[in-house]
């Protein structure tokens, strides 16, 4: 199973939106709604923003929004803040015996 | 609180083996499943093994599959992660999660441990 494919990187001013892409296949994001997105600063476990597409655990800043389209997951941080710079991973379920794969992650940057 | 703290990383000689542990409190171990997903350095995140509340479903990311061993202990609350024949490649920071049963995701993430591998 092949990672499912993110941009690099991802740059914004503060207060801006940005959109992070997550493009898999339909064997895994097209074919299932289990996406899920990770936020993770450097030295530091990953922590769950999003689950099932659109979904935020309680905690998580409504800044945070997810969505699908058919293979391509997205994940938009709007009013952009210094605190936002980091890594993002998407995941999704596969159906396999791999159980769930990562994305390649995207490195936002605050500028 | 959800706390999970994973031990036994270290260095090990390609070819060698480890066991790594994870003990869980603050919620009821037995009612999730569980993960063991490792980030190499510099790099991303991959799925290494899943195993279900009960045992009954084990699932390994092909680089494992047959060189790692994932068990749980429902009574003493604990994850463990036995790996063998280690290669240079399994170098990576190995982090322990709670699976939810509305999602299969990973809510809780442990602090990770450290595994390298080299002569």
């Known amino acids: 199973q092949s990672a499912l494919t993110q941009p690099a990187s991802v740059s914004g001013s503060p207060g801006q939106s940005i959109t992070i892409s997550c493009t898999g296949t339909?064997?895994?994001?097209?074919?299932?709604?289990?996406v899920s997105w990770y936020q993770q600063h450097p030295g530091k476990a990953p922590k769950l923003l999003i689950y099932?597409?659109?979904n935020r655990p309680s905690g998580v800043s409504d800044r945070f929004s997810g969505s699908k389209s058919g293979n391509t997951a997205s994940l938009t941080i709007s009013g952009l803040q210094a605190e936002d710079e980091a890594d993002y991973y998407c995941?999704?379920?596969?159906?396999?015996?791999?159980?769930?794969?990562f994305g390649t992650g995207t490195k936002v940057t605050v500028l | 609180e959800v706390q999970l703290v994973e031990s036994g990383g270290g260095l090990v000689q390609p070819g060698g083996s480890l066991r790594l542990s994870c003990a869980a409190s603050g919620f009821t171990f037995s009612s999730y499943n569980m993960n063991w997903v490792r980030q190499a350095p510099g790099k991303g995140l991959e799925l290494v093994s899943y195993?279900?509340?009960?045992?009954?479903?084990?699932q390994y990311a092909d680089s494992v599959k047959g060189r790692f061993t994932i068990t749980r202990d429902n009574a003493k609350n604990s994850l463990s992660l036995q790996m063998s024949s280690l290669r240079a490649e399994d170098t990576a920071v190995y982090y322990c999660g709670r699976e939810p049963p509305i999602a299969v995701a990973v809510d809780y993430w442990g602090q990770g441990t450290l595994v390298t591998v080299s002569s």
């Open positions: 195993i279900s509340s009960s045992s009954s479903t084990i």
């Open positions: 339909s064997s895994d994001v097209g074919g299932y709604n289990y």
């Open positions: 995941s999704s379920y596969t159906g396999s015996s791999t159980r769930y794969v």
């Open positions: 099932v597409v659109t």
